[in-house]
C-alpha cells in the first residue's frame, strides 16, 4: 500500500485543527466538525505540494478557499510522484478502440507512467508553442483515446485551464462553450469511433470556428485517429503528431494557488444557457484522490475501468484526476457498450482482466434488457468491486448487477455525487458497509449531507425531503464561470440553517433517510410529482414497472392534471418477445398501484422502443417532460445519443 494514502481510521489522530477553527467556521456539532477538518487535513497531505498550505479552509458562505497559501501542480501528484517508484514502470492508461466500417482496425495502446508523463511534458510544450500561458483556457473536443487524457494533464502541467465539452455536442452547443470560456486553442481529433461510424469531430470544430463569437481561438490541433480527410486551415490548424515532433518538453510543472481553476465543466440545466462549473486545483485533486481510494479499495493490482467519456465530470474524477493520483492502472474504452456485439463489454472485462467496473444503471438495464446468456458466456472472475453512478439505481437492477454480474461476489459501491460537487459525496464502503439495494448509504468520511424540509429542518426517517450539504467541503465548484451571481442564486439561497440563518448548498435532489440512517436520493427535485398532495419521486415507480417480468426499462414524468395537480405519464421499453397491448398497460398501472399505492398508478403508459438517452447514459427525462405536457419537444437535444428514439415517440402523437 502507499503510504502517503493512510485508510481512514487514522485521520483522526492527525489532526492539525482546534477548536478555535471550527468556532471561526461558524460550525456546530465540535467534535465532530474537528474531526471533519481533520480528516480534509490529512487527505490534503496526500498530495504533492510545492508549498504547504498555512490555513485549512476560509469559509465565507458561499465563497470558500481551502488549503490558503499552498501551491502545488496537479501533474506532480498524477504523474511526477510515481517516476521515483516501481509504478514508473506501472501500465497508467490500456486503451482499446472500435473497429470502424472502411477505415483502420480496432486499435490497442498502453501507456506506463513513464511513457504517459514523457507524452504529457511534450504536448504542454506543444501547447506553450502556441501561446498558451497559465491562466489561459484550451477547450479539449475528443473522442475517448489517450490524447485527450494527454491534453488534460498537459493543460494542468501550465497551469492552463481546460474545458472539455463531449464530442456528441453540436458545433453551436461547442461555439456557445469556446464563446463563454474565451478558450484560446482547440485539441480536436478528425474524428471519433461510435458504432462503427466515424464522428466527424473536425468538420463540427470548423461549423463552431466559423462564428465571429469564437474569434477567441488562435490555433487548432488536429489528432489523426480515423484517417478521415478533413480540412485544415492554413496557419490555424496543426497536425498532433507534427507539433509533438518539433516540442520542447516543458519537464517542470508551472506551480499554482490551491485555488488555481484546474477545469471548466459545462452541465446544462432545464433551462437557461450552460453553466460552467469552475473547480479548484488543490480542493477538487484532494477530493477526487481521496474518494477513489476508499470507495474504490484501491490495489496496486488493479485495473479499473469507469466507462464515462472524459467530456463529463465521472471522466475527469475517475478516469483521469482519482485514479492517476492513486498510481492506478486505468482502461479506456472509446466505442458504444454493446458495438460490434451485445458481449461488448463482457468480452472486455474477460480479455483485460478487468477488477473494478463503475458504469450507470442505464447501461446496466440495457444489458439486462439483452438478457444474462451474454454474459454468463464470459469469465467474469477478474472482478471483484462493481460501482453504479450518474442517476439512482432501481433495486431490481442493482441485483441483477450483483447476481449476473458480479456472480454474488463483488460489493456494489452505489454512488451519489455531481458535477458541482466535484467527487463523490455519498456511498457504501466496501468491507465496512452492508449495502440495501437501490440506497447510497451514508455520506462519506468528511461530508455532511441532511434531508431537510423547507424551512431547514431535518425531515423523520423516511420523510421525502431536499438534500443539502451543511458544511463545505474541498472539491465544491468554486461559482459558475463568468456569473458568480448565477452561481449564488442556483445553489445558494433556496434553504438555510433555521438557527444561524446561514446557507446551505441545496443539490436540487430529493431524498429521504430510513429508519436505519441508510441515505436514498429519489432524484431531481423536477422529477418529482405531487399527485393530489402525495409526492412521488419518479425513480420509485419506475422501480415499481420494472418489477414487471415484461419491461426492461421505464422512464416516469409529470404532467399537469386540473385535478389532481400532476398526473404521471410512464414511458416503457419492453423485454425483447414482448408485445404491447391494452391488457399489458392496464397490468402495469396496476402493479405500481399494488407496489405504491392507487395515487401512485401512471395516467398513461406509453411504448418506446429506446428511451432517450445521452451518450453518458442518462436518460433525458426534461425531453420526455416536454413530449408528456406538450406532445412536442422544442428543447436542446443536441446531447442525445440517437436522435430517433425521440423522433419515434413524437411521430406517436
Request: glycine share 8%.
Amino acid at each position: 500500500m502507499n503510504d502517503r494514502f493512510p485508510p481512514p481510521a487514522r485521520f483522526a489522530q492527525r489532526a492539525r485543527v482546534n477548536a478555535d477553527t471550527a468556532e471561526a467556521l461558524g460550525l456546530h456539532g465540535l467534535h465532530d466538525d474537528i474531526r471533519r477538518l481533520a480528516y480534509w487535513s490529512e487527505a490534503a497531505d496526500a498530495l504533492v505540494w510545492r508549498t504547504r498550505w498555512h490555513t485549512l479552509v476560509d469559509w465565507q458562505p458561499p465563497r470558500s478557499k481551502w488549503f490558503v497559501g499552498g501551491t502545488l501542480n496537479a501533474t506532480e501528484t498524477c504523474l511526477d510522484q510515481h517516476l521515483h517508484t516501481w509504478r514508473r514502470n506501472k501500465a497508467a492508461l490500456i486503451w482499446e478502440g472500435e473497429p470502424m466500417q472502411g477505415g483502420r482496425p480496432q486499435d490497442t495502446r498502453t501507456l506506463t507512467y513513464q511513457q504517459l508523463f514523457d507524452e504529457v511534458v511534450r504536448f504542454a510544450g506543444v501547447l506553450r508553442s502556441l501561446g498558451v500561458q497559465t491562466g489561459d483556457r484550451v477547450c479539449l473536443y475528443m473522442p475517448l483515446v489517450p490524447e485527450a487524457v494527454i491534453a488534460m494533464l498537459a493543460c494542468a502541467r501550465l497551469g492552463a485551464t481546460h474545458s472539455v465539452v463531449f464530442g456528441g455536442f453540436s458545433a453551436e452547443a461547442l461555439r456557445d462553450r469556446i464563446h463563454d470560456a474565451g478558450c484560446k486553442v482547440v485539441v480536436t481529433a478528425d474524428g471519433g469511433a461510435r458504432k462503427g461510424q466515424v464522428v466527424h469531430l473536425k468538420d463540427t470544430v470548423d461549423a463552431a470556428l466559423a462564428d465571429p463569437r469564437t474569434g477567441c481561438v488562435q490555433k487548432v490541433v488536429v489528432v489523426r485517429r480515423t484517417g478521415h480527410a478533413v480540412a485544415m486551415t492554413a496557419g490555424r490548424d496543426v497536425w498532433w503528431d507534427d507539433a509533438m515532433a518539433q516540442a520542447r518538453p516543458v519537464t517542470e510543472a508551472v506551480a499554482v494557488d490551491a485555488e488555481h481553476p484546474l477545469f471548466i465543466l459545462y452541465t446544462s440545466g432545464t433551462t437557461g444557457k450552460p453553466k460552467g462549473v469552475v473547480h479548484s486545483t488543490g480542493g477538487y485533486l484532494t477530493g477526487v484522490a481521496r474518494s477513489y481510494r476508499f470507495v474504490f479499495d484501491h490495489k496496486d493490482e488493479d485495473i479499473f475501468w469507469c466507462s464515462a467519456d472524459v467530456g463529463w465530470v465521472t471522466g475527469h474524477s475517475y478516469v483521469v484526476y482519482g485514479p492517476l493520483a492513486n498510481g492506478a492502472t486505468v482502461f479506456l474504452y472509446e466505442g458504444a457498450p454493446v458495438y460490434p456485439a451485445p458481449d461488448r463489454f463482457w468480452d472486455i472485462i474477460e480479455r483485460n482482466r478487468i477488477s473494478v467496473l463503475y458504469t450507470a444503471p442505464t447501461a446496466i438495464r440495457t444489458f439486462m434488457r439483452l438478457g444474462d446468456h451474454h454474459v454468463r458466456a464470459h469469465d467474469l472472475s477478474s472482478l471483484r468491486l462493481l460501482g453504479s453512478v450518474g442517476e439512482p439505481i432501481n433495486p431490481e437492477a442493482w441485483r441483477w448487477y450483483h447476481d449476473v454480474v458480479g456472480g454474488g461476489r463483488c460489493p456494489i459501491v452505489d454512488t451519489w455525487w455531481q458535477t458541482e460537487t466535484g467527487s463523490i459525496m455519498a456511498s457504501p464502503l466496501p468491507g465496512l458497509t452492508t449495502a440495501k439495494p437501490g440506497s447510497c448509504m451514508h455520506p462519506l468520511p468528511g461530508v455532511d449531507l441532511a434531508v431537510v424540509r423547507p424551512d431547514g429542518h431535518e425531515c423523520a426517517p423516511d420523510e421525502q425531503g431536499l438534500l443539502v450539504s451543511r458544511r463545505p467541503w474541498p472539491s465544491m465548484m468554486r461559482t459558475v464561470w463568468g456569473d458568480d451571481e448565477r452561481f449564488r442564486q442556483t445553489y445558494w439561497v433556496q434553504l438555510k440553517d433555521p438557527v444561524t440563518g446561514a446557507p446551505w448548498y441545496f443539490t436540487g435532489d430529493g431524498a429521504r433517510r430510513d429508519k436505519d440512517g441508510a441515505l436514498w436520493v429519489i432524484g431531481r427535485v423536477d422529477d418529482v410529482v405531487n399527485v393530489s398532495g402525495h409526492r412521488l419521486g419518479t425513480a420509485e415507480v419506475e422501480s415499481a414497472l420494472v418489477l414487471h417480468k415484461a419491461v426492461a426499462e421505464a422512464a416516469v414524468v409529470g404532467r399537469p392534471d386540473d385535478v389532481k395537480g400532476q398526473g404521471i405519464v410512464a414511458f416503457v421499453t419492453l423485454k425483447a418477445n414482448q408485445t404491447p397491448t391494452e391488457a399489458l398497460k392496464k397490468e402495469l398501472m396496476a402493479q405500481v398501484a399494488a407496489e405504491i399505492g392507487s395515487f401512485a398508478r401512471p395516467d398513461d403508459v406509453r411504448w418506446a422502443n429506446a428511451l432517450p438517452k445521452t451518450r453518458s447514459g442518462k436518460i433525458m427525462r426534461r425531453l420526455l417532460r416536454e413530449l408528456a405536457t406538450k406532445g412536442r419537444v422544442e428543447g436542446d437535444m443536441t446531447s442525445l445519443e440517437d436522435f430517433s428514439a425521440i423522433a419515434a415517440l413524437q411521430s406517436e402523437d
